[in-house]
């Protein structure tokens, strides 16, 4: 049952990402709502696949490709409703939404079987750890999305050109205003999924950093949003620079939270 309410969740939201970039070429307000309507139908039914895949794991369905990337997603679009519902920014969705389908859609392609945990794994620190790291992640991607809208948005005002996406797209203070905000709320909660990771590897392991390529890159990670907010508060890096690192540093975290795991053998690599 977790599995056709993943699908059908896979299906709403590939309508609402129709429904969101028409909105956005057509500047169709109804296109929108009707975006938005899927996007809480496809939330629904992701979050009951999410709950029946608990159900039957015993434990938080975060421990394998599927898994993460689910989580993932519905983080995302948990905050993305959330949003939506109190600032009201109806073109955020026409970008975030993809990506999350993506996410989504990947997850569709990969091996689904609920894994019993190894014995690592079988500790509370895997709730703890996972929640804020993907909290911190999720909250970095809309400083992606609107980091790539603030370009985009201040390319026309130079440009002069005013396309239909000028007419849609926030201004820059909203659009620099969502970046810093989503950094400033990721910062702390990627900084403490570290700090939980190094205690988990303490009990787990009995060491509180062996340099596992995870932790090595997460580190990279934190780093470079650490200089996001020194330049922010220090040097007062706003609007272009601010979005070029919210872009670099959103690249590492895809890199972080998929590449180590894919491609290099560490503690965190997918079997």
Not at 112 to 133: D, M, N, R, Y
Request: proline fraction near 3%.
């Amino acid at each position: 049952m977790n599995i056709t309410f993943f699908l059908i969740s896979l299906g709403a939201y590939l309508v609402a990402v129709f429904f969101h970039t028409l909105f956005m070429i057509n500047r169709r307000d109804w296109a929108g709502k009707w975006g938005n309507i899927f996007t809480v139908i496809g939330c629904l039914f992701h979050s009951c696949s999410f709950a029946i895949r608990f159900f039957h794991a015993k434990h938080l369905p975060i421990t394998n490709l599927h898994e993460s990337l689910s989580f993932f997603a519905l983080i995302i679009i948990l905050i993305y409703l959330f949003i939506e519902y109190k600032y009201k920014i109806p073109s955020l969705g026409a970008f975030i939404l993809p990506l999350a389908f993506i996410f989504v859609l990947y997850a569709s392609l990969v091996a689904k079987e609920i894994q019993p945990l190894v014995p690592a794994l079988q500790s509370f620190w895997l709730g703890i750890h996972t929640v804020t790291s993907f909290g911190g992640y999720a909250t970095f991607a809309f400083a992606f999305c609107a980091s790539i809208m603030y370009l985009i948005q201040e390319g026309q005002l130079k440009s002069k050109s005013f396309g239909p996406l000028y007419y849609r797209l926030p201004s820059l203070e909203v659009l620099d205003d969502l970046m810093h905000r989503s950094i400033a709320f990721g910062f702390p909660l990627l900084t403490l999924g570290i700090i939980t990771g190094s205690l988990w590897a303490s009990s787990a392991w009995g060491a509180y950093w062996s340099w596992d390529p995870k932790e090595t890159w997460a580190l990279i990670t934190w780093f470079i949003y650490a200089a996001v907010v020194h330049a922010r508060f220090t040097v007062g890096w706003r609007g272009r620079k601010a979005a070029y690192l919210a872009i670099i540093g959103f690249c590492f975290v895809l890199f972080t939270f998929l590449g180590v795991n894919l491609l290099l053998k560490g503690f965190h690599s997918y079997i």
